[in-house]
Every structure is written in C-alpha cells, then in structure tokens.
C-alpha cells in the first residue's frame, strides 16, 4: 500500500501586514523526500502520525514528496501558490501510481486569485489521482473548510485540542480511515455543517466551556454505530473569506445521512451556546496593571498572553505595546521575545558583556506600538535553534529563530530578540538566551492559547491582554468585505439553517 505524503500548511491572516511569498516559503523551508521523514517522524506533528501508520502497518508505505509549513502570515502570493502546488502535483505524478494520499494541511490557507487555497489544492489533487485514489487530510483547529474541500476529501481529521497536542493523534487517525477505506473495509462519505459563527479567540480553550463540553458531544456522537469521526473545528476568525468561521465535519460508514446527522447535532449545540464564544479581556495597561499586582509575591511567572501579537494568528512579533505600557507604570521585571532582525545582529556582533543601546521592535508597521529604546547588556548570543522535547504548541520540536541574543536592560527588562517571527512557544525561547522563564516575575507570551503547552506548568497565573494588532481580540475593529453575512456576533440576528448541513 503506497501512499503519497504531500502538502503545505499556512493559516492566512488577511489583516496581517506581510505576504507569504515565495522568497518566504523557501525562507521556511520547502522540503522533499527523506528530509520531511529526517524533520518530522520523531516529532508529535500530523506527518509523524501519517508515518507511525507506517510503523504499525508493515503492508503500507509512506512515500514523502514534498511539503512545507510556513508561521502564519498574510495571504500567499499567486507565484507561491503556484509553486508550491506545482511542484506538489508533479511529485504526486512523477512518482505515483498511489494507494492513496495523505495531505498534512492546515486548512486556513488563503492566496491571491485563490481564497480557498487548500480546496483549490485538494481539487487538483483529486484531478491528479482520479477518482478512485482515496485521500485523507488532517486539519488544524483553526481550518475555514469550505465545501469544496469537503467535496474532494475522503476522509476529514482535524486536531481537537487547542493548545493543539494531538496532531499525532490525528494524522494517525486519518491514515488508519485512509488505509481501512483502501482495503475496502469502510466506505467514508463526509458532512460538513458550516456555522455562520466566528469564534472569540479568547474561547478557543479546548479544555475550558464552551468547547469542552461540545467536545465531549462531538466524542459521543462518534460512539454511535457507522460514525467513523466527528470534528468540531473553531475556525479561524482573522480571514476575510466566505468560509471563514465553525464548522463539524462527519465522517460515517456509507451512510450519508448519519454523517449529516451527527454533523448537524454537534453543530446544532454549537449554535445554541454562541454566546459563549464571545469574550473579553482587559486591555494593555489593565492587564499589566493587574500583572503587577498579581507578580508580588507570587509563586511562579505570571504569564501576559499578547493576543494583539500573537504570531501563531499572524502577527509580526515585534510588537512593544506590552513593554511600554509596563515602564510606563513602573511594573518591573518583564520577560519577552521580540521579532528584531537587525537588532538580534547586532546585539550579536557586539558580543556577550557589551553595552548595547538600541530601539527594539514596532518596526514591522503602525499597529504593533513604537519602537522601544533599551539601555542595557547582552547576557547570551546564539544561532537561535534548539529542540524542545517538552510538551509544545502542535508538537513543535525544532526551533530556528535565526542569529538570537539575550539582553537585560538597566530599568530590568529581560528581552530574548530573534531574527525570525516566532510565537512564544517554548521556554527555551528563553532559557537558551540567559533568561530562566521560571525565574522571573513576569513572561509576556505572543499568542492567546499556544503558549500555554509550555508556560502554564510555570505559572503561578494567566492573564490575557487585549492589546492592539493584526490579531485584536475584539473581531469588530476588522474590516470584512467577503465574510458570509450574517454571521454571529456581527450580526446579532443571524440564524442557523440545520439543513444546510449535508
Ligand atoms: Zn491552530
């Protein structure tokens, strides 16, 4: 049993001030062959479960072609887009035929001319293996699925954790239905309910209500006989795209109308809690304010999660919103990563002990706060890469921020600068640059959920800062020009239509 591993993973943010181009892919790495294998099959992401199948099946064979993951950021470039496919495509006939295809995709790509990229892509791949190729996709959390992507698909899994800790899980979910449906055991057809819901960010918690508790339905309706899987996806709420928004797919046993049921009951539920999925949180100064106050004396970091900057939605990282809003009041002893190309290097030419005066960060655009000027030293150089084998954000193993310095500022700042954008996902982040995250008195985190994998075992308390960005928490400052209408909580009245689920 051959099956062909192909893909590319990007969550578009169409608020975001930079493209994912073709220059930015390559910077990311497109991989082929053995090196996808050599990057991901000892890692916890959804290829290291399309290769445990392999393991665990001594009759199929994981064939890695080419594939490519890129931190979120604005839309991707036609000529990307069409590279990247491009090459997939040849790939996938160069060295085919196949038993079936498994695409590690994340299901919120959007690129120019093409803003449902990922079922423009499982529409070429269909055209490419033909009809009868079975193929499976695992999705992240935050995937738009369109019915276009559903229409092509065989079978449909999508992580449901968020932080996501089950991408394993669910690659591996996905090529077991994929291998049962080649050796003619099953026969899965799919149902896609797609929610006019846009979810709050700031209730994207898998193990707080409202999720957990739709979850757990979602794992129930998946105990009934003939239902193969059933995924509650949240959506992502930073695209302004038709299929932006909830969704549940189901996946039954050759019965249509049981996936279409167990879609429409989870959804159903959904729908009715949609309240919940709206939430708030302090802003800048608030949120510092009441970090301050929680820092003394406390037993552990308290974590300010940035959600204006959270480089996992598609932020810069650079902002310093944060930053100034704590000198400002006085609140000492801040940790934070800072996206600073220039700076990094420079701070890294003068060498561990220099004196460095400098402005960091708030230089990508306007919206992420003014550059922050810093007196201080650099405490650490490094070339930024290590590996986390600790529980991260999506598995996340192998970091490589580029050229890194640690810098502690006279008014007693601790700054990690890097030279590529990265959420805050790993306390190495710090650690390897001088900064003991379990140390200090406060970690800025760029993110809303991810972080937490790694810094809630730290922290003594979590509080969510609603600071300005490319990734607010209040979806209302955003501009929609090709959202479906209505759609809840921008239009308040907006209504479900269970029969839309099919
Ligand atoms: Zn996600």
Redesign the pocket.
């Known amino acids: 049993m051959r099956l062909a591993l192909v893909g590319f993973g990007h969550?578009a943010n169409t608020f975001a001030p930079s493209a994912a181009t073709l220059a930015a892919w390559r910077l990311a790495g497109i991989l082929e062959g053995e090196e996808i294998r050599d990057r991901h099959e000892r890692s916890e992401s959804i290829l290291a479960g399309y290769f445990g199948y392999a393991a665990e099946d001594p009759a199929a064979e994981v064939v890695p072609l080419a594939y490519s993951w890129i931190t979120p950021t604005g839309a991707s470039t036609a000529e990307a887009f069409e590279h990247l496919t491009g090459l997939m495509l040849a790939r996938l006939r160069d060295q085919g035929p196949w038993d079936g295809v498994l695409l590690p995709q994340?299901g919120?790509a959007v690129a120019d001319g093409h803003p449902d990229a990922d079922g423009e892509f499982l529409r070429r791949v269909r055209a490419a293996v033909g009809p009868d190729v079975p193929i499976g996709v695992t999705l992240?959390?935050?995937?738009n699925i369109s019915r276009q992507l559903v229409e092509h698909a065989d079978v449909v899994t999508v992580?449901q954790t968020?932080p996501?800790v089950d991408a394993r899980e669910q690659g591996l979910a996905c090529a077991r239905l994929l291998a049962r449906t080649i050796r003619g055991e099953i026969r899965p057809v799919l149902a896609l309910a797609q929610l006019p819901l846009a979810a709050g960010i700031l209730r994207m918690g898998t193990g707080q209500e409202p999720m957990r508790g739709l979850l757990a339905l979602a794992r129930e309706q998946e105990r009934r006989p003939g239902v193969l899987s059933v995924s509650l996806v949240?959506g992502?709420p930073y695209a302004d795209v038709a299929e932006m928004g909830m969704s549940v797919v189901a996946v039954a046993d050759a019965d249509p109308a049981l996936a279409a049921d167990a879609a429409r009951t989870v959804a159903a539920a959904t729908w009715e809690r949609r309240a919940e999925f709206v939430g708030t949180a302090p802003g800048t100064e608030e949120a510092m304010r009441q970090a301050g106050a929680a820092a003394d004396g406390a037993d552990g970091p308290v974590l300010v999660l940035d959600m204006g900057d959270n480089v996992?939605g598609g932020s810069p990282g650079d902002s310093t919103h944060v930053l100034h809003a704590a000198r400002r009041l006085g609140v000492k002893g801040v940790a934070q990563c800072v996206y600073d190309p220039a700076v990094a290097l420079s701070c890294a030419a003068a060498g561990v002990g220099a004196r460095v005066d400098l402005t960091v960060g708030g230089k990508v655009d306007d919206r992420h706060g003014e550059p922050f000027p810093i007196r201080g030293e650099v405490i650490a150089v490094t070339d930024g890469r290590f590996e986390d084998t600790t529980a991260t954000?999506?598995g996340a193993r192998v970091f490589d921020l580029g050229t890194s310095a640690g810098v502690r500022t006279d008014d007693g700042f601790l700054l990690a600068l890097h030279s590529r954008p990265e959420g805050t996902w790993s306390r190495l982040q710090f650690s390897t640059l001088g900064i003991d995250p379990a140390a200090v008195p406060i970690i800025v985190a760029k993110g809303v959920h991810?972080p937490r994998a790694a810094f809630e075992p730290i922290a003594s308390r979590l509080i969510w800062a609603d600071t300005p960005g490319s990734t607010s928490a209040d979806p209302s400052v955003f501009e929609f020009g090709h959202r479906r209408r209505p759609m809840y909580p921008f239009e308040p009245a907006a209504r479900f239509d269970p029969e839309s689920v099919r």
């Open positions: 969550e994340h919120a992240d959390l935050h995937a992580y968020n996501h949240e992502f996992g954000h999506a991810a």
